[in-house]
């Protein structure tokens, strides 16, 4: 699942009779697989006796901001599909995706890999930066307030 090509099915939920295609379900639990399997972008946490894996979540709503666990991302997806120009994985392992030529541009189109790689970089920074727990600790109140 490497090219543009191979991702038709992330826009192809439902199929002619308005039910969930079978291409659809089979390869968003392909992209689970895929997603989990590269430890640098789960997150381990410890919930009770447990230890639960979690990725960022691409539901429409989540955008890639939420930690989700497998399960609860998986009926996201295909109750509601995936947010729309989800064509890199970036947030979940993949690196330098090359597309198939899409046509011709009679305008000069300047491509600087650099640019792209910092850009992910901070994308990859900011949002692990704003990962917070979901969960609250409760608190004494302060008696010299």
């Given at each position: 699942m490497s090219t543009r090509t191979d991702r038709a099915w992330m826009y192809e939920?439902?199929?002619?009779?308005?039910?969930?295609?079978?291409?659809?379900?089979?390869?968003?639990?392909?992209?689970?697989?895929?997603?989990?399997?590269?430890?640098?972008?789960?997150?381990?946490?410890?919930v009770g006796p447990d230890i639960v894996l979690r990725i960022r979540c691409r539901y429409r709503k989540c955008k890639n901001r939420h930690y989700t666990i497998r399960d609860d991302m998986e009926l996201h997806l295909l109750r509601h599909g995936l947010v729309p120009e989800f064509w890199t994985w970036w947030a979940h392992g993949e690196t330098n995706v090359t597309y198939p030529p899409m046509g011709q541009c009679s305008n000069p189109i300047e491509d600087d890999d650099d640019v792209d790689g910092c850009t992910q970089m901070v994308l990859h920074n900011l949002y692990s930066a704003n990962s917070f727990p979901r969960t609250w600790e409760e608190q004494a109140p302060n008696e010299s307030a």
């Open positions: 939920r439902l199929d002619s009779e308005g039910y969930l295609s079978s291409v659809y379900s089979d390869a968003i639990r392909g992209f689970l697989d895929f997603a989990f399997s590269n430890k640098e972008y789960v997150e381990r946490k410890t």
